[in-house]
Protein backbone atom coordinates (compact mmCIF):
# COMPACT_ATOMS: atom_id res chain seq x y z
CA UNK A 1 0.00 0.00 0.00
CA UNK A 2 1.68 3.13 -1.27
CA UNK A 3 1.23 6.22 1.36
CA UNK A 4 0.31 9.73 0.84
CA UNK A 5 2.16 12.74 1.00
CA UNK A 6 1.12 13.79 3.64
CA UNK A 7 1.51 10.50 5.54
CA UNK A 8 5.79 10.47 4.65
CA UNK A 9 8.36 11.45 7.38
CA UNK A 10 9.51 15.31 7.54
CA UNK A 11 13.20 14.44 6.10
CA UNK A 12 14.12 18.48 7.36
CA UNK A 13 13.62 17.38 10.50
CA UNK A 14 15.28 14.67 10.56
CA UNK A 15 17.84 15.92 9.48
CA UNK A 16 18.21 18.76 11.47
CA UNK A 17 17.78 16.81 14.67
CA UNK A 18 20.93 14.49 13.48
CA UNK A 19 23.00 17.69 12.98
CA UNK A 20 22.02 18.83 16.58
CA UNK A 21 23.24 15.79 18.05
CA UNK A 22 25.86 15.25 15.93
CA UNK A 23 26.73 18.87 17.30
CA UNK A 24 26.93 17.85 20.92
CA UNK A 25 28.63 14.46 20.44
CA UNK A 26 31.38 16.62 18.49
CA UNK A 27 31.46 19.04 21.64
CA UNK A 28 31.72 16.20 24.57
CA UNK A 29 34.23 14.68 22.59
CA UNK A 30 36.19 18.13 21.81
CA UNK A 31 35.88 18.98 25.95
CA UNK A 32 37.01 15.71 26.47
CA UNK A 33 40.34 16.46 24.59
CA UNK A 34 40.57 19.26 26.05
CA UNK A 35 40.19 17.99 29.45
CA UNK A 36 42.70 14.85 28.90
CA UNK A 37 44.91 16.25 26.91
CA UNK A 38 45.58 19.95 27.39
CA UNK A 39 44.64 20.03 30.79
CA UNK A 40 45.71 16.27 31.72
CA UNK A 41 48.91 17.06 33.44
CA UNK A 42 47.74 20.71 35.31
CA UNK A 43 44.34 18.53 36.38
CA UNK A 44 46.27 15.64 37.71
CA UNK A 45 48.51 17.37 39.60
CA UNK A 46 45.47 19.28 40.72
CA UNK A 47 44.21 15.60 41.87
CA UNK A 48 47.19 14.96 43.68
CA UNK A 49 46.90 18.24 45.96
CA UNK A 50 43.30 17.28 47.10
CA UNK A 51 45.28 13.80 48.12
CA UNK A 52 48.50 15.43 49.48
CA UNK A 53 49.91 18.49 51.49
CA UNK A 54 53.48 19.83 52.10
CA UNK A 55 54.03 20.70 56.10
CA UNK A 56 56.60 22.97 55.46
CA UNK A 57 59.69 23.15 57.41
CA UNK A 58 62.01 26.28 57.31
CA UNK A 59 65.53 26.52 55.72
CA UNK A 60 68.44 27.52 57.63
CA UNK A 61 69.55 31.50 57.21
CA UNK A 62 72.66 31.91 55.39
CA UNK A 63 76.00 31.97 57.35
CA UNK A 64 77.91 34.85 57.53
CA UNK A 65 81.66 34.97 58.12
CA UNK A 66 84.70 37.11 58.03
CA UNK A 67 87.36 37.35 55.84
CA UNK A 68 89.33 35.27 56.79
CA UNK A 69 86.62 32.36 57.34
CA UNK A 70 85.74 32.67 60.69
CA UNK A 71 81.57 31.88 61.72
CA UNK A 72 79.59 35.22 62.73
CA UNK A 73 76.29 34.16 62.04
CA UNK A 74 75.06 30.58 61.76
CA UNK A 75 72.43 27.95 62.61
CA UNK A 76 72.11 25.69 65.08
CA UNK A 77 69.19 22.69 65.24
CA UNK A 78 66.71 23.52 68.16
CA UNK A 79 63.55 21.29 69.05
CA UNK A 80 60.30 23.39 68.16
CA UNK A 81 56.60 21.99 69.02
CA UNK A 82 54.09 22.65 66.02
CA UNK A 83 50.90 22.63 65.63
CA UNK A 84 48.61 21.89 62.36
CA UNK A 85 45.31 24.00 62.85
CA UNK A 86 43.28 21.47 60.92
CA UNK A 87 44.11 18.51 62.62
CA UNK A 88 43.86 20.33 66.03
CA UNK A 89 40.38 22.12 65.50
CA UNK A 90 39.13 18.53 64.62
CA UNK A 91 39.55 17.52 67.97
CA UNK A 92 38.76 19.30 70.96
CA UNK A 93 40.83 17.54 73.50
CA UNK A 94 44.26 18.37 71.56
CA UNK A 95 44.73 22.57 73.09
CA UNK A 96 44.27 21.65 76.66
CA UNK A 97 46.57 18.54 76.57
CA UNK A 98 49.51 19.98 74.54
CA UNK A 99 49.00 23.49 76.49
CA UNK A 100 49.69 21.28 79.89
CA UNK A 101 52.60 19.71 78.83
CA UNK A 102 54.24 22.55 77.57
CA UNK A 103 53.13 24.95 80.55
CA UNK A 104 51.84 28.12 78.52
CA UNK A 105 48.07 28.96 78.67
CA UNK A 106 45.65 27.86 76.17
CA UNK A 107 44.80 31.37 75.35
CA UNK A 108 48.22 32.00 74.48
CA UNK A 109 48.29 28.80 72.06
CA UNK A 110 45.12 30.49 69.84
CA UNK A 111 46.48 33.64 69.80
CA UNK A 112 49.01 32.20 67.91
CA UNK A 113 47.12 30.48 65.84
CA UNK A 114 45.27 33.27 64.92
CA UNK A 115 48.28 35.61 64.62
CA UNK A 116 50.64 33.12 62.73
CA UNK A 117 47.63 30.62 60.25
CA UNK A 118 48.54 31.01 56.84
CA UNK A 119 46.93 27.47 55.51
CA UNK A 120 45.36 24.52 57.73
CA UNK A 121 48.80 22.68 56.81
CA UNK A 122 51.28 25.49 58.10
CA UNK A 123 52.87 24.54 61.24
CA UNK A 124 52.17 27.23 64.13
CA UNK A 125 55.09 27.45 66.40
CA UNK A 126 53.85 27.11 70.12
CA UNK A 127 57.06 26.81 71.80
CA UNK A 128 60.13 27.26 70.51
CA UNK A 129 63.86 25.71 71.89
CA UNK A 130 61.99 23.05 73.84
CA UNK A 131 64.19 21.23 76.54
CA UNK A 132 64.17 17.12 76.27
CA UNK A 133 61.81 16.63 78.90
CA UNK A 134 59.32 18.56 77.67
CA UNK A 135 60.02 16.87 74.21
CA UNK A 136 59.36 13.15 76.42
CA UNK A 137 56.44 13.92 77.73
CA UNK A 138 54.94 15.08 74.46
CA UNK A 139 56.48 12.19 72.67
CA UNK A 140 54.87 9.80 75.17
CA UNK A 141 51.61 11.23 74.64
CA UNK A 142 51.57 11.55 70.69
CA UNK A 143 48.86 9.11 69.69
CA UNK A 144 47.07 11.56 71.89
CA UNK A 145 47.85 14.39 70.23
CA UNK A 146 46.92 14.47 66.87
CA UNK A 147 48.29 17.46 64.13
CA UNK A 148 51.43 18.46 67.33
CA UNK A 149 54.73 17.78 65.45
CA UNK A 150 57.75 18.09 67.18
CA UNK A 151 60.73 19.33 64.45
CA UNK A 152 64.20 19.91 64.94
CA UNK A 153 64.54 23.40 62.92
CA UNK A 154 67.42 26.00 62.63
CA UNK A 155 67.44 28.83 64.70
CA UNK A 156 70.10 31.52 64.76
CA UNK A 157 73.56 31.81 66.47
CA UNK A 158 75.95 34.39 66.79
CA UNK A 159 79.15 32.27 68.25
CA UNK A 160 81.39 35.68 68.62
CA UNK A 161 78.50 37.44 71.29
CA UNK A 162 78.50 41.08 72.07
CA UNK A 163 81.43 41.54 69.45
CA UNK A 164 79.80 42.06 66.46
CA UNK A 165 75.90 42.41 67.76
CA UNK A 166 75.87 45.56 65.95
CA UNK A 167 77.12 44.85 62.49
CA UNK A 168 75.19 41.60 62.52
CA UNK A 169 72.23 42.65 63.45
CA UNK A 170 68.99 39.97 64.85
CA UNK A 171 66.57 37.75 63.41
CA UNK A 172 63.42 37.83 65.30
CA UNK A 173 59.97 35.82 64.69
CA UNK A 174 57.66 37.74 61.43
CA UNK A 175 54.97 40.24 62.62
CA UNK A 176 51.60 40.36 61.90
CA UNK A 177 52.35 43.41 59.68
CA UNK A 178 55.17 42.08 58.33
CA UNK A 179 53.67 39.16 57.47
CA UNK A 180 50.92 40.11 55.69
CA UNK A 181 53.45 42.58 53.65
CA UNK A 182 55.66 39.23 53.03
CA UNK A 183 53.48 36.57 52.12
CA UNK A 184 53.46 36.94 48.72
CA UNK A 185 57.04 36.30 48.33
CA UNK A 186 56.89 32.82 50.59
CA UNK A 187 57.03 33.89 53.68
CA UNK A 188 54.33 31.86 56.63
CA UNK A 189 53.57 32.78 60.08
CA UNK A 190 56.63 31.35 62.44
CA UNK A 191 59.22 32.27 60.12
CA UNK A 192 62.11 34.40 61.27
CA UNK A 193 63.15 37.42 59.25
CA UNK A 194 65.91 39.69 59.88
CA UNK A 195 65.39 43.00 62.54
CA UNK A 196 68.55 45.19 61.99
CA UNK A 197 72.12 44.80 60.62
CA UNK A 198 73.23 42.61 57.86
CA UNK A 199 70.76 40.16 59.01
CA UNK A 200 67.80 42.90 58.04
CA UNK A 201 69.73 44.39 54.75
CA UNK A 202 70.70 41.06 53.25
CA UNK A 203 67.52 39.33 54.28
CA UNK A 204 66.98 38.14 50.52
CA UNK A 205 70.34 36.67 50.06
CA UNK A 206 70.19 35.02 53.78
CA UNK A 207 66.69 33.37 53.77
CA UNK A 208 67.15 29.97 52.52
CA UNK A 209 64.72 27.60 50.21
CA UNK A 210 61.85 25.85 52.66
CA UNK A 211 61.52 22.29 52.14
CA UNK A 212 58.69 20.10 54.21
CA UNK A 213 56.98 16.83 55.04
CA UNK A 214 54.55 15.55 51.94
CA UNK A 215 52.10 13.59 53.44
CA UNK A 216 48.31 12.25 52.32
CA UNK A 217 45.30 13.57 53.71
CA UNK A 218 41.88 11.80 53.25
CA UNK A 219 38.70 13.85 51.58
CA UNK A 220 38.17 15.91 55.13
CA UNK A 221 41.88 16.98 54.56
CA UNK A 222 42.93 14.73 57.56
CA UNK A 223 46.49 13.55 57.70
CA UNK A 224 46.97 9.86 56.63
CA UNK A 225 50.51 9.12 56.21
CA UNK A 226 53.74 10.03 55.09
CA UNK A 227 54.58 10.54 51.24
CA UNK A 228 58.17 12.05 51.79
CA UNK A 229 60.40 14.74 51.80
CA UNK A 230 61.02 17.97 50.08
CA UNK A 231 64.65 19.27 51.33
CA UNK A 232 65.34 22.68 52.05
CA UNK A 233 68.08 24.90 50.80
CA UNK A 234 70.12 27.36 53.42
CA UNK A 235 70.41 30.92 52.34
CA UNK A 236 73.68 32.27 50.93
CA UNK A 237 77.01 32.83 52.43
CA UNK A 238 77.79 36.47 53.31
CA UNK A 239 81.65 37.05 53.10
CA UNK A 240 82.66 40.46 55.35
CA UNK A 241 85.70 42.46 54.38
CA UNK A 242 85.95 42.37 58.90
CA UNK A 243 89.52 41.47 60.02
CA UNK A 244 88.13 39.63 63.24
CA UNK A 245 91.28 39.92 65.10
CA UNK A 246 91.45 44.48 64.48
CA UNK A 247 87.45 43.84 65.85
CA UNK A 248 88.91 42.06 68.95
CA UNK A 249 91.62 44.70 69.39
CA UNK A 250 89.10 47.63 69.10
CA UNK A 251 86.71 46.27 70.81
CA UNK A 252 89.47 45.45 73.94
CA UNK A 253 90.27 49.27 73.50
CA UNK A 254 87.35 50.95 73.41
CA UNK A 255 85.86 47.88 76.72
CA UNK A 256 88.73 49.51 79.02
CA UNK A 257 87.17 52.70 78.09
CA UNK A 258 83.68 51.51 78.84
CA UNK A 259 84.89 50.37 82.47
CA UNK A 260 85.45 54.11 83.36
CA UNK A 261 81.87 54.96 82.52
CA UNK A 262 83.05 56.23 78.82
CA UNK A 263 81.33 54.58 75.61
CA UNK A 264 82.67 54.51 71.96
CA UNK A 265 83.07 53.37 68.33
CA UNK A 266 85.76 52.41 66.44
CA UNK A 267 85.57 52.31 62.37
CA UNK A 268 88.66 50.51 60.91
CA UNK A 269 88.40 51.39 56.84
CA UNK A 270 90.81 49.74 53.77
CA UNK A 271 91.87 52.93 52.31
CA UNK A 272 91.18 51.61 48.42
CA UNK A 273 88.29 50.44 48.55
CA UNK A 274 86.40 51.13 51.24
CA UNK A 275 85.17 47.76 53.04
CA UNK A 276 84.79 47.65 56.72
CA UNK A 277 87.72 46.45 58.56
CA UNK A 278 86.08 46.60 61.87
CA UNK A 279 83.76 48.15 63.61
CA UNK A 280 82.47 47.95 67.64
CA UNK A 281 80.25 50.18 69.25
CA UNK A 282 80.01 50.26 73.29
CA UNK A 283 78.35 48.87 75.08
CA UNK A 284 76.85 46.46 73.25
CA UNK A 285 74.81 43.50 73.81
CA UNK A 286 74.72 39.44 73.19
CA UNK A 287 71.79 38.77 70.67
CA UNK A 288 71.64 35.04 71.66
CA UNK A 289 70.13 36.14 74.73
CA UNK A 290 68.29 39.48 73.03
CA UNK A 291 64.60 38.56 73.83
CA UNK A 292 65.84 37.52 77.34
CA UNK A 293 67.59 40.70 78.20
CA UNK A 294 65.28 42.94 75.98
CA UNK A 295 63.64 44.74 78.88
CA UNK A 296 66.92 45.82 80.81
CA UNK A 297 68.77 46.65 77.32
CA UNK A 298 66.00 49.34 76.60
CA UNK A 299 66.29 50.34 80.64
CA UNK A 300 70.47 51.02 79.90
CA UNK A 301 70.85 54.75 80.37
CA UNK A 302 74.27 54.14 77.81
CA UNK A 303 71.90 52.69 75.51
CA UNK A 304 73.13 49.93 74.13
CA UNK A 305 71.10 48.94 71.67
CA UNK A 306 72.41 52.03 69.22
CA UNK A 307 75.30 51.94 67.26
CA UNK A 308 77.32 54.68 67.77
CA UNK A 309 78.96 54.03 64.68
CA UNK A 310 76.59 54.62 62.14
CA UNK A 311 73.88 55.75 64.57
CA UNK A 312 75.02 58.82 66.41
CA UNK A 313 76.87 61.94 65.46
CA UNK A 314 79.01 64.02 67.37
CA UNK A 315 81.20 67.27 67.07
CA UNK A 316 84.24 66.01 65.62
CA UNK A 317 87.02 68.70 67.30
CA UNK A 318 89.84 69.49 65.90
CA UNK A 319 89.86 66.31 63.49
CA UNK A 320 86.95 68.84 61.44
CA UNK A 321 90.41 70.63 60.62
CA UNK A 322 91.15 68.93 57.26
CA UNK A 323 88.19 69.87 55.97
CA UNK A 324 88.71 73.14 57.18
CA UNK A 325 92.43 73.16 55.53
CA UNK A 326 90.87 72.08 52.33
CA UNK A 327 88.01 74.78 51.91
CA UNK A 328 90.93 77.59 52.70
CA UNK A 329 93.11 75.33 49.65
CA UNK A 330 89.80 75.18 47.11
CA UNK A 331 89.04 78.90 47.94
CA UNK A 332 92.74 80.28 47.13
CA UNK A 333 92.92 81.83 50.55
CA UNK A 334 95.29 79.26 51.94
CA UNK A 335 98.55 76.89 50.78
CA UNK A 336 100.54 74.82 52.23
CA UNK A 337 102.97 77.57 52.69
CA UNK A 338 100.94 80.16 54.13
CA UNK A 339 102.24 81.32 57.33
CA UNK A 340 100.69 83.00 60.74
CA UNK A 341 101.16 83.62 64.10
CA UNK A 342 99.33 82.59 67.02
CA UNK A 343 99.34 85.00 70.07
CA UNK A 344 97.17 81.92 72.25
CA UNK A 345 93.57 84.26 71.25
CA UNK A 346 91.95 86.43 68.32
CA UNK A 347 88.92 88.80 68.87
CA UNK A 348 86.00 88.73 66.66
CA UNK A 349 83.16 91.76 67.71
CA UNK A 350 83.60 91.89 71.71
CA UNK A 351 84.23 88.39 72.01
CA UNK A 352 87.46 86.73 72.61
CA UNK A 353 88.21 83.22 71.09
CA UNK A 354 90.86 81.05 72.69
CA UNK A 355 93.40 78.92 71.43
CA UNK A 356 93.81 75.22 72.97
CA UNK A 357 97.06 76.71 73.94
CA UNK A 358 96.38 79.43 75.83
CA UNK A 359 100.11 81.31 75.89
CA UNK A 360 100.36 80.89 72.19
CA UNK A 361 102.15 78.56 69.56
CA UNK A 362 103.75 81.45 67.87
CA UNK A 363 105.03 81.60 64.49
CA UNK A 364 104.12 78.79 62.15
CA UNK A 365 102.96 77.38 59.09
CA UNK A 366 100.39 75.30 57.92
CA UNK A 367 102.43 72.18 58.64
CA UNK A 368 103.26 73.01 62.01
CA UNK A 369 99.60 74.23 62.39
CA UNK A 370 97.85 71.13 61.63
CA UNK A 371 100.56 69.22 64.04
CA UNK A 372 99.76 71.15 66.73
CA UNK A 373 96.34 71.75 66.26
CA UNK A 374 96.37 75.43 66.18
CA UNK A 375 92.96 76.63 66.54
CA UNK A 376 93.89 80.39 65.80
CA UNK A 377 95.81 79.23 62.83
CA UNK A 378 92.31 77.44 61.53
CA UNK A 379 89.91 80.38 62.57
CA UNK A 380 92.09 82.76 60.00
CA UNK A 381 92.34 79.74 57.74
CA UNK A 382 88.12 79.85 58.17
CA UNK A 383 87.94 83.30 57.97
CA UNK A 384 89.48 84.24 54.53
CA UNK A 385 87.86 81.02 53.01
CA UNK A 386 84.15 82.25 54.08
CA UNK A 387 81.12 80.30 54.93
CA UNK A 388 80.55 79.11 51.59
CA UNK A 389 83.62 77.59 50.65
CA UNK A 390 84.01 75.99 54.62
CA UNK A 391 80.11 74.34 53.47
CA UNK A 392 80.86 73.26 50.03
CA UNK A 393 84.05 71.44 51.72
CA UNK A 394 82.54 69.73 54.54
CA UNK A 395 80.23 68.36 51.59
CA UNK A 396 82.84 67.24 49.65
CA UNK A 397 83.97 65.49 52.66
CA UNK A 398 80.68 63.38 52.52
CA UNK A 399 79.33 65.43 55.81
CA UNK A 400 75.77 65.84 56.43
CA UNK A 401 75.10 62.55 53.63
CA UNK A 402 74.58 58.71 54.26
CA UNK A 403 77.40 57.45 53.39
CA UNK A 404 75.59 54.49 51.58
CA UNK A 405 76.72 51.83 53.90
CA UNK A 406 75.16 48.15 53.16
CA UNK A 407 73.62 48.32 56.84
CA UNK A 408 69.47 49.80 57.14
CA UNK A 409 69.21 53.10 55.92
CA UNK A 410 67.98 53.82 58.98
CA UNK A 411 70.98 53.56 60.72
CA UNK A 412 73.06 55.36 58.70
CA UNK A 413 72.91 59.05 60.36
CA UNK A 414 73.51 62.06 57.66
CA UNK A 415 75.07 64.03 60.86
CA UNK A 416 74.53 67.75 60.95
CA UNK A 417 76.66 70.78 59.13
CA UNK A 418 75.59 73.53 60.30
CA UNK A 419 74.12 76.88 57.77
CA UNK A 420 72.88 80.26 57.77
CA UNK A 421 69.47 78.55 56.18
CA UNK A 422 69.98 75.82 58.68
CA UNK A 423 69.86 78.33 61.74
CA UNK A 424 67.14 80.15 60.19
CA UNK A 425 65.21 77.14 59.72
CA UNK A 426 65.96 75.84 63.53
CA UNK A 427 64.63 79.51 64.62
CA UNK A 428 68.33 79.85 65.78
CA UNK A 429 68.98 83.40 65.13
CA UNK A 430 71.37 84.51 62.35
CA UNK A 431 74.84 83.42 61.22
CA UNK A 432 76.98 84.72 63.20
CA UNK A 433 81.00 85.02 63.10
CA UNK A 434 81.46 82.93 65.88
CA UNK A 435 79.49 80.60 64.26
CA UNK A 436 82.21 80.04 61.55
CA UNK A 437 84.78 80.01 64.19
CA UNK A 438 83.26 77.58 65.53
CA UNK A 439 82.88 74.70 62.83
CA UNK A 440 86.13 75.54 61.64
CA UNK A 441 87.36 73.67 64.18
CA UNK A 442 84.36 71.10 64.78
CA UNK A 443 82.36 72.69 67.45
CA UNK A 444 78.97 74.38 67.91
CA UNK A 445 76.30 72.94 65.84
CA UNK A 446 78.61 70.00 63.59
CA UNK A 447 77.69 66.63 64.04
CA UNK A 448 79.59 63.84 62.29
CA UNK A 449 79.53 59.77 62.35
CA UNK A 450 82.23 58.04 63.29
CA UNK A 451 81.74 55.87 60.14
CA UNK A 452 81.79 59.77 58.63
CA UNK A 453 84.74 60.45 59.93
CA UNK A 454 86.63 57.27 58.86
CA UNK A 455 85.22 57.61 55.42
CA UNK A 456 86.96 61.12 54.86
CA UNK A 457 90.32 60.04 56.86
CA UNK A 458 90.59 57.02 54.04
CA UNK A 459 89.76 60.04 51.47
CA UNK A 460 92.62 61.83 52.58
CA UNK A 461 95.06 58.54 52.72
CA UNK A 462 94.17 57.63 48.93
CA UNK A 463 94.45 61.05 47.14
CA UNK A 464 91.43 62.08 47.37
CA UNK A 465 88.66 59.20 46.58
CA UNK A 466 85.43 59.17 48.98
CA UNK A 467 84.17 55.48 48.59
CA UNK A 468 81.01 53.95 49.70
CA UNK A 469 82.09 51.86 52.98
CA UNK A 470 81.02 48.17 52.35
CA UNK A 471 81.14 45.63 55.06
CA UNK A 472 80.10 42.77 52.49
CA UNK A 473 82.53 41.68 50.01
CA UNK A 474 81.20 38.54 48.41
CA UNK A 475 78.09 36.99 48.73
CA UNK A 476 78.61 32.71 48.19
CA UNK A 477 75.89 29.94 47.50
CA UNK A 478 77.31 26.98 49.00
CA UNK A 479 73.85 24.59 48.30
CA UNK A 480 75.87 22.10 45.84
CA UNK A 481 78.63 21.66 48.34
CA UNK A 482 81.01 24.02 46.55
CA UNK A 483 80.68 27.59 46.72
CA UNK A 484 79.64 29.91 43.89
CA UNK A 485 79.90 33.29 43.65
CA UNK A 486 76.41 34.69 43.63
CA UNK A 487 77.84 38.35 43.22
CA UNK A 488 80.49 40.44 44.11
CA UNK A 489 80.16 43.95 45.76
CA UNK A 490 83.37 46.34 43.98
CA UNK A 491 84.61 49.58 45.59
CA UNK A 492 82.39 52.99 44.63
CA UNK A 493 83.82 56.36 44.59
CA UNK A 494 81.18 58.80 46.22
CA UNK A 495 82.99 61.72 45.41
CA UNK A 496 86.09 63.19 45.39
CA UNK A 497 88.12 65.81 47.63
CA UNK A 498 89.47 68.39 44.85
CA UNK A 499 92.87 68.52 46.86
CA UNK A 500 95.99 68.42 44.46
CA UNK A 501 98.38 66.02 45.43
CA UNK A 502 100.93 69.25 47.02
CA UNK A 503 97.84 69.52 49.07
CA UNK A 504 96.99 66.16 50.29
CA UNK A 505 101.14 65.97 50.64
CA UNK A 506 100.75 68.73 52.97
CA UNK A 507 98.33 67.55 54.94
CA UNK A 508 99.79 63.91 55.38
CA UNK A 509 102.87 65.91 56.57
CA UNK A 510 100.93 67.53 59.50
CA UNK A 511 99.28 64.55 60.63
CA UNK A 512 102.49 62.82 60.96
CA UNK A 513 103.54 66.14 62.92
CA UNK A 514 100.71 65.23 65.08
CA UNK A 515 102.33 61.33 65.77
CA UNK A 516 105.96 63.60 66.32
CA UNK A 517 107.83 65.30 68.68
CA UNK A 518 105.25 68.17 69.65
CA UNK A 519 102.40 66.46 68.33
CA UNK A 520 99.10 66.77 69.73
CA UNK A 521 99.68 62.84 70.38
CA UNK A 522 103.42 62.48 70.73
CA UNK A 523 102.83 59.95 73.49
CA UNK A 524 101.29 57.55 71.13
CA UNK A 525 103.67 57.36 68.59
CA UNK A 526 104.90 53.28 67.11
CA UNK A 527 108.60 52.74 66.70
CA UNK A 528 109.70 52.00 63.14
CA UNK A 529 106.41 53.30 61.74
CA UNK A 530 105.39 56.39 60.06
CA UNK A 531 101.81 57.18 60.46
CA UNK A 532 99.30 59.94 60.01
CA UNK A 533 96.84 61.06 62.96
CA UNK A 534 94.88 64.06 63.88
CA UNK A 535 93.24 64.45 67.66
CA UNK A 536 90.25 66.09 68.37
CA UNK A 537 88.60 67.16 71.56
CA UNK A 538 84.76 68.27 71.16
CA UNK A 539 82.96 70.20 74.32
CA UNK A 540 79.94 68.00 74.84
CA UNK A 541 76.96 67.72 77.89
CA UNK A 542 76.79 64.32 79.17
CA UNK A 543 73.44 63.48 81.17
CA UNK A 544 73.07 67.30 82.08
CA UNK A 545 77.21 68.07 82.63
CA UNK A 546 80.06 68.91 80.59
CA UNK A 547 82.35 66.82 79.28
CA UNK A 548 84.99 66.51 76.29
CA UNK A 549 84.60 63.72 74.06
CA UNK A 550 88.26 62.33 72.90
CA UNK A 551 88.40 62.12 69.12
CA UNK A 552 90.68 60.63 66.82
CA UNK A 553 91.33 59.64 63.23
CA UNK A 554 94.57 58.05 61.45
CA UNK A 555 95.76 56.13 58.45
CA UNK A 556 98.87 53.90 58.10
CA UNK A 557 101.56 53.53 56.58
CA UNK A 558 101.47 57.46 55.94
CA UNK A 559 102.84 57.30 52.57
CA UNK A 560 101.28 53.77 51.71
CA UNK A 561 97.92 53.71 53.58
CA UNK A 562 96.51 50.38 54.10
CA UNK A 563 94.14 51.26 56.92
CA UNK A 564 92.23 54.41 57.88
CA UNK A 565 90.66 54.46 61.41
CA UNK A 566 88.37 57.05 63.50
CA UNK A 567 88.00 56.41 67.23
CA UNK A 568 85.32 58.38 69.57
CA UNK A 569 85.01 58.04 73.69
CA UNK A 570 82.00 60.08 74.98
CA UNK A 571 83.91 61.98 77.93
CA UNK A 572 86.92 60.72 77.24
CA UNK A 573 89.14 63.28 77.58
CA UNK A 574 91.61 65.18 75.00
CA UNK A 575 92.28 62.96 71.63
CA UNK A 576 95.45 61.71 72.52
CA UNK A 577 93.89 60.71 76.17
CA UNK A 578 91.73 57.60 74.87
CA UNK A 579 90.85 57.74 71.37
CA UNK A 580 94.68 57.52 70.54
CA UNK A 581 95.33 54.75 72.31
CA UNK A 582 92.75 52.71 70.94
CA UNK A 583 93.48 53.74 67.86
CA UNK A 584 97.69 52.91 68.05
CA UNK A 585 96.60 49.31 69.29
CA UNK A 586 94.31 48.82 66.09
CA UNK A 587 97.12 49.52 63.72
CA UNK A 588 99.69 47.25 65.74
CA UNK A 589 97.42 44.85 65.27
CA UNK A 590 96.43 45.13 61.32
CA UNK A 591 100.20 45.90 60.97
CA UNK A 592 101.29 42.62 62.74
CA UNK A 593 103.33 45.34 65.06
CA UNK A 594 104.73 44.36 68.60
CA UNK A 595 104.23 47.19 70.62
CA UNK A 596 107.61 47.67 72.79
CA UNK A 597 105.00 50.11 75.35
CA UNK A 598 101.78 50.73 75.72
CA UNK A 599 99.89 53.73 76.07
CA UNK A 600 97.36 54.00 79.09
CA UNK A 601 93.77 54.24 77.79
CA UNK A 602 91.89 57.21 79.90
CA UNK A 603 92.25 61.11 80.46
CA UNK A 604 95.94 61.60 81.94
CA UNK A 605 96.25 63.49 85.35
CA UNK A 606 95.45 67.00 85.27
CA UNK A 607 93.03 66.93 81.57
Not at 242 to 271: I, M
Request: proline share 6%; charged share 15%; net charge neutral.
Amino acid sequence: MIESPDQLPDLRRLIAMCAVIAVVVFAIIARLWYLQIVLGSSLASASDSQRTRLIRRTAARGIIEDRAGNILATSKPRYVVSLLPNEVHANSLVLPRIAALIGVPVSDIVQKIAQNRTTPFDPVPIAVGVDMHVITRVEEQKLDLPGVLITRDPIRYYPQGALCAHIIGLTRPISAARLAELRPKGYRGGDYVGLTGLEESYESDLRGTSGGLVVAVDANGRLQRDLGETPSAAGHTLVLNLDLNLQKAAEQGLNTALQEGHPGAAVALDCSTGGVLAMVSTPSFDPNTYGHDYSQLLANPQHPLINRATDSHYPPGSTFKLVTAAAGFASGTTSPSTGDYCSGSITVGKRVFHCDKRSGHGALAFVKALGVSCDVYFWHVAMRAGTAALLDAAHRYGLAQPTGIDLPASVDDRGNVPSPDWKRKHKLGPWLPGDLLNMAIGQGYVGVTPLQLADYTAAVANGGSLMVPHLVSEVLDDSSGTARVVRTLSPAVRSHLGLTPDQRDAIVSGMIECLGKGGTAENCGISGLTWAGKTGSAQVFIHGRKATTSVFVCFAPAWQPRIAIAVLVEGGGYGADTAAPIARQMVAEYLHIKLHHQVAIGPRPGH
